[in-house]
């Protein structure tokens, strides 16, 4: 293969963990947006969601698309359980405490996540059955269209909900100002506790659309997470466009980097972007620079 | 000069780290207790930075790991002498410190956070990925014990003093700071940074003595760590151990040196006591980590002397509230 045809395959790997790394970027964000709170625990709730989706479809003949509304829906009711458990009891949260409860929520289902299903890796079914397509010497996988599919039409909605729909409105108020949005008659814990819910679907989609190709283990939503977390902060925490823009400008630079310079270095490609970022222009490529006030 | 009670503190100290080193002879209980203190040396260095300079690192396992490996890379591959090796890899860590702390520490809360989370990771990585140098993910051998000046040091009994006379020397030099000014200082910038910069302290210049001062500690912690297991692998440094650290802090509580010890104690031993668990002894990492931040945010070691002290406050009411009662 001439390295031409090598940067196109790299290029179509590296969409495809794009779209995964944004979409798990948009779970950030819609916490965060209606919180302030930077949930940890996202790739641990993006490895739920492949891991029942394998449970569900394991042995039995489940249409896919069934597994796949009753995997979100299952990690939908434990991100409603971990916003009430966890984060709803704090009395004064400061980021420090937010940062170490969401950390050990992270380590809690990852342990739970073991016991239940063991150590090995596994796989489910391609949403559908067709070969892979050529493009010139390049293969694509069917399974990143549906991915791509996927990351598109979950924005899209997530578009319509915040500008169209009153519960969307009310979420970016609260995002706004908490307060003034209390005021004027919004529940805000109401929203919060729907942004936790919204978060852990669209994690849940995320998994059970990635594991045909990535496979699930329970130790897979650790760096998956932080992974869509260096997407937010490329494409500036708080930004719903940007966490998109920063998950497939990470996953190309990642896939082309491991592919051409070091596959050994390809996990610190992230980290390197993050850092970079983060001194350079903290904001992020979206974001507006914060304004304090004293 | 260290104040009256300190002196006590200190005193009260030395003779339990005594004590302990003659009466425990088993080898397993003073493999326990050389790891507490190791532990203890890296938390006390990681509160001084949460707890008192109100400044996160997810990835003080990175310096731990540097201080490990540098002192190991140079033992083992180049035949320097230990101590020699300890104290340029303590030089190399500080330096590491510097450069990331420089742009990490203008950042704050998730920020900061982030920046060491990326720098821990990128640490391991290369840990992991520069294997000439570090023996890869299968490890570096072959670390000599420590020698210091003819005497090697080749028994349990001889690491537990050390480690605990290292621990000693970090402790009172930890509490001289938090007395100083600067350790006033730090309160302030925990409180308020604005308020603190408006007074007229040089809050980042602060901190990112605080950063080298704790990445320096984890260093010479990570050097006794590589002469004593003398053997290193990339795990032992991994996101996980720097969570694990973190933990250490919070159950011991914020801003609290000798509750540092205690957390380190706490979190040492528990995978001990909770083996029958195996692996899964994290769900309970989990779970203490979730608790104590909801119930006790202020650390395990305050929480119980406060809902201690409110419940003495409660009793004594109680007894003046009785004795009224019977007066009537």
Same mark, same amino acid.
């Given at each position: 293969?001439?390295?031409?045809?090598?940067?196109?395959?790299?290029?179509?790997?590296?969409?495809?963990?794009?779209?995964?790394?944004?979409?798990?970027?948009?779970?950030?964000?819609?916490?965060?947006?209606?919180?302030?709170?930077?949930?940890?625990?996202?790739?641990?709730?993006?490895?739920?969601?492949?891991?029942?989706?394998?449970?569900?479809?394991?042995?039995?003949?489940?249409?896919?698309?069934?597994?796949?509304?009753?995997?979100?829906?299952?990690?939908?009711?434990?991100?409603?359980?971990?916003?009430?458990?966890?984060?709803?009891?704090?009395?004064?949260? +400061?980021? %420090?405490?937010?940062?170490?409860?969401?950390? =050990?929520?992270?380590?809690? @289902? $990852? /342990?739970?996540?073991?016991? &239940?299903?063991?150590?090995?890796?596994?796989?489910?079914?391609?949403?559908?059955?067709?070969?892979?397509?050529?493009?010139?010497?390049?293969?694509?996988?069917?399974?990143?269209?549906?991915?791509?599919?996927?990351?598109?039409?979950?924005?899209?909605?997530?578009?319509?909900?915040?500008?169209?729909?009153?519960?969307?409105?009310?979420?970016?108020?609260?995002?706004?100002?908490?307060?003034?949005?209390?005021?004027?008659?919004?529940?805000?814990?109401?929203?919060?506790?729907?942004?936790?819910?919204?978060?852990?679907?669209?994690?849940?989609?995320?998994?059970?659309?990635? +594991?045909? %190709?990535?496979?699930?283990?329970?130790?897979? =939503?650790?760096?998956?997470? @932080? $992974? /869509?977390?260096?997407?937010? &902060?490329?494409?500036?925490?708080?930004?719903?466009?940007?966490?998109?823009?920063?998950?497939?400008?990470?996953?190309?630079?990642?896939?082309?980097?491991?592919?051409?310079?070091?596959?050994?270095?390809?996990?610190?490609?992230?980290?390197?972007?993050?850092?970079?970022?983060?001194?350079?222009?903290?904001?992020?490529?979206?974001?507006?620079?914060?304004?304090?006030?004293? | 000069?260290?104040?009256?009670?300190?002196?006590?503190?200190?005193?009260?100290?030395?003779?339990?780290?005594?004590?302990?080193?003659?009466?425990?002879?088993?080898?397993?209980?003073?493999?326990?207790?050389?790891?507490?203190?190791?532990?203890?040396?890296?938390?006390?260095?990681?509160?001084?930075?949460?707890?008192?300079?109100?400044?996160?690192?997810?990835?003080?396992?990175?310096?731990?790991?540097?201080?490990?490996?540098?002192?190991?890379?140079?033992?083992?591959?180049?035949?320097?002498?230990?101590?020699?090796?300890?104290?340029?890899?303590?030089?190399?860590?500080?330096?590491?410190?510097?450069?990331?702390?420089?742009?990490?520490?203008?950042?704050?809360?998730?920020?900061?956070?982030?920046?060491?989370?990326?720098?821990?990771?990128?640490?391991?990585?290369?840990?992991?990925?520069?294997?000439?140098?570090?023996?890869?993910?299968?490890?570096?051998?072959?670390?000599?014990?420590?020698?210091?000046?003819?005497?090697?040091?080749?028994?349990?009994?001889?690491?537990?003093?050390?480690?605990?006379?290292?621990?000693?020397?970090?402790?009172?030099?930890?509490?001289?700071?938090?007395?100083?000014?600067?350790?006033?200082?730090?309160?302030?910038?925990?409180?308020?940074?604005?308020?603190?910069?408006?007074?007229?302290?040089?809050?980042?210049?602060?901190?990112?003595?605080?950063?080298?001062?704790?990445?320096?500690?984890?260093?010479?912690?990570?050097?006794?760590?590589?002469?004593?297991?003398?053997?290193?692998?990339?795990?032992?440094?991994?996101?996980?151990?720097?969570?694990?650290?973190?933990?250490?802090?919070?159950?011991?509580?914020?801003?609290?040196?000798?509750?540092?010890?205690?957390?380190?104690?706490?979190?040492?031993?528990?995978?001990?006591?909770?083996?029958?668990?195996?692996?899964?002894?994290?769900?309970?990492?989990?779970?203490?980590?979730?608790?104590?931040?909801?119930?006790?945010?202020?650390?395990?070691?305050?929480?119980?002397?406060?809902?201690?002290?409110?419940?003495?406050?409660?009793?004594?009411?109680?007894?003046?509230?009785?004795?009224?009662?019977?007066?009537?």
């Amino acid at each position: 293969m001439d390295l031409a045809a090598q940067t196109l395959q790299f290029l179509f790997s590296g969409i495809t963990n794009g779209a995964i790394y944004g979409l798990i970027a948009l779970g950030f964000t819609i916490i965060y947006n209606a919180t302030e709170v930077i949930n940890f625990a996202q790739g641990e709730l993006v490895m739920l969601g492949g891991m029942i989706m394998i449970a569900l479809s394991r042995g039995t003949n489940l249409p896919i698309p069934v597994g796949f509304v009753l995997s979100v829906a299952a990690v939908s009711f434990i991100g409603a359980l971990f916003e009430r458990f966890t984060i709803r009891p704090l009395r004064n949260p +400061t980021q %420090i405490g937010i940062i170490i409860i969401t950390i =050990g929520v992270s380590i809690l @289902l $990852k /342990g739970i996540a073991m016991f &239940v299903w063991g150590k090995e890796t596994l796989s489910s079914r391609p949403f559908s059955h067709m070969a892979p397509i050529h493009v010139g010497s390049a293969t694509l996988d069917p399974q990143s269209l549906w991915i791509l599919g996927i990351t598109f039409g979950i924005l899209l909605l997530l578009q319509l909900f915040y500008q169209k729909t009153i519960t969307g409105k009310a979420m970016r108020a609260c995002a706004f100002n908490k307060k003034a949005a209390g005021l004027v008659g919004i529940p805000t814990q109401k929203m919060v506790l729907l942004s936790f819910v919204l978060s852990a679907a669209l994690g849940a989609a995320a998994g059970v659309a990635i +594991t045909p %190709i990535t496979m699930c283990s329970y130790d897979m =939503g650790t760096l998956l997470g @932080l $992974k /869509g977390f260096c997407a937010v &902060v490329l494409g500036g925490l708080g930004s719903t466009m940007g966490s998109v823009v920063g998950g497939f400008i990470l996953g190309i630079v990642e896939s082309l980097g491991a592919g051409l310079i070091s596959s050994g270095l390809r996990d610190a490609i992230a980290f390197i972007l993050l850092l970079a970022m983060l001194f350079v222009r903290p904001q992020g490529i979206f974001g507006i620079k914060e304004v304090k006030k004293i | 000069m260290v104040p009256r009670n300190r002196l006590y503190e200190l005193l009260i100290f030395i003779a339990l780290v005594v004590l302990a080193g003659t009466l425990v002879r088993e080898p397993y209980y003073q493999n326990v207790l050389i790891f507490i203190g190791i532990n203890s040396i890296l938390t006390v260095g990681l509160n001084l930075l949460m707890g008192y300079a109100g400044q996160i690192s997810l990835g003080h396992a990175a310096f731990f790991g540097i201080g490990a490996y540098c002192s190991g890379i140079l033992t083992a591959a180049h035949g320097w002498s230990p101590l020699a090796a300890m104290v340029v890899a303590a030089a190399v860590t500080a330096l590491v410190a510097v450069v990331i702390g420089i742009p990490s520490l203008k950042l704050t809360g998730y920020y900061l956070a982030m920046a060491t989370l990326g720098f821990g990771i990128i640490v391991y990585i290369m840990f992991r990925e520069m294997s000439q140098y570090t023996g890869g993910a299968s490890g570096l051998v072959g670390i000599p014990p420590l020698n210091i000046g003819g005497w090697t040091l080749s028994s349990s009994s001889d690491y537990f003093f050390l480690v605990w006379g290292l621990l000693l020397v970090v402790i009172a030099l930890s509490l001289n700071i938090v007395d100083s000014q600067v350790g006033r200082a730090f309160k302030a910038i925990h409180d308020s940074e604005i308020a603190a910069l408006s007074l007229g302290i040089d809050t980042s210049r602060l901190k990112l003595k605080v950063f080298v001062l704790s990445a320096v500690y984890a260093s010479v912690a990570g050097s006794i760590y590589a002469h004593y297991i003398t053997f290193i692998s990339p795990s032992s440094f991994d996101f996980m151990f720097s969570i694990k650290l973190v933990t250490m802090v919070v159950v011991g509580g914020m801003a609290s040196i000798w509750g540092a010890i205690f957390g380190a104690a706490t979190i040492t031993i528990l995978p001990e006591i909770l083996h029958v668990f195996a692996e899964y002894d994290v769900v309970v990492f989990g779970i203490i980590l979730i608790l104590v931040m909801i119930f006790m945010p202020q650390g395990l070691t305050c929480g119980v002397l406060e809902a201690w002290r409110k419940s003495r406050r409660l009793a004594r009411k109680r007894s003046i509230a009785d004795i009224h009662g019977a007066r009537l």
